[in-house]
């Protein structure tokens, strides 16, 4: 049995899932998410709680610990990272830094909103801007495959996370698909695409 705690801060939404996953009955999730924007260090270490809670699980049975690793909000995906890498230096765990719109086409595809193909993934960055990648859609939320990496574009073209709220349980997903993305704590490190910044010089 593996039991994963995944984290996700990147947006507006702060979300913290534990699945537990076992060869008899697949991988069972518990979800717990909230729609609090520039809160997520308030909440995140008690949903967290609440959710191991809620599994019975304490933490030093934790196996792994992933993060939605950004692109995306500056101070939220430092949040989401220093909250795994705390965890997992803590109990001397494996971390997933999960490629933030990785973690939303996993969850388009087990909605079923993403079809097959190649299409154009969108997440909102800040006013004016968003961040695109591509991605190759099979017939399962474990058949997604990175194209092309996230690019920031300036624009307002509808955006995928607008439409589908980010989750924890989409970070968790590819994490269990993705073993190669599991590192030592101190080399899960955040993501960022060039000119990424809200900060401007002044003047």
Same mark, same amino acid.
């Given at each position: 049995?593996?039991?994963?705690?995944?984290?996700?801060?990147?947006?507006?939404?702060? %979300? +913290? =899932?534990? $699945? /537990? #996953?076992?060869?008899?009955?697949?991988?069972?999730?518990? &979800?717990? @998410?909230?729609? *609090?924007?520039?809160?997520?260090?308030?909440?995140?270490?008690?949903?967290?709680?609440?959710?191991?809670?809620?599994?019975?699980?304490?933490?030093?049975?934790?196996?792994?610990?992933?993060?939605?690793?950004?692109?995306?909000?500056?101070?939220?995906?430092?949040?989401?990272? %220093? +909250? =795994?890498? $705390? /965890? #997992?230096?803590?109990?001397?765990?494996?971390?997933?830094? &999960?490629? @933030?719109?990785? *973690?939303?086409?996993?969850?388009?595809?087990?909605?079923?909103?993403?079809?097959?193909?190649?299409?154009?993934?969108?997440?909102?960055?800040?006013?004016?801007?968003?961040?695109?990648?591509?991605?190759?859609?099979?017939?399962?939320?474990?058949?997604?495959?990175?194209?092309?990496?996230?690019?920031?574009?300036?624009?307002?073209?509808?955006?995928?996370?607008?439409?589908?709220?980010? @989750?924890?349980?989409?970070?968790?997903?590819?994490?269990?698909?993705?073993?190669?993305?599991?590192?030592?704590?101190?080399?899960?490190?955040?993501?960022?695409?060039?000119?990424?910044?809200?900060?401007?010089?002044?003047?």
């Amino acid at each position: 049995m593996q039991r994963i705690l995944a984290v996700e801060t990147t947006t507006d939404v702060c %979300s +913290v =899932a534990l $699945g /537990i #996953a076992s060869c008899e009955s697949g991988v069972d999730w518990v &979800v717990e @998410s909230r729609v *609090a924007p520039r809160e997520h260090n308030r909440l995140v270490l008690s949903l967290i709680d609440g959710t191991l809670a809620a599994a019975g699980v304490a933490r030093p049975q934790l196996d792994c610990v992933a993060f939605s690793a950004g692109p995306g909000s500056f101070t939220g995906v430092r949040i989401g990272a %220093s +909250v =795994a890498q $705390g /965890i #997992a230096l803590g109990l001397d765990l494996p971390a997933f830094a &999960v490629p @933030s719109s990785e *973690a939303l086409a996993c969850g388009m595809a087990a909605v079923g909103v993403a079809g097959e193909g190649r299409r154009t993934v969108r997440r909102y960055s800040r006013p004016g801007w968003l961040y695109e990648a591509e991605y190759e859609f099979g017939r399962g939320a474990g058949e997604v495959r990175c194209v092309q990496f996230d690019q920031l574009l300036q624009g307002d073209a509808p955006c995928d996370d607008q439409r589908i709220a980010m @989750s924890a349980w989409f970070v968790g997903m590819v994490a269990l698909a993705r073993e190669d993305l599991a590192v030592s704590a101190e080399r899960a490190l955040p993501l960022y695409v060039e000119g990424d910044t809200p900060w401007r010089p002044a003047g």
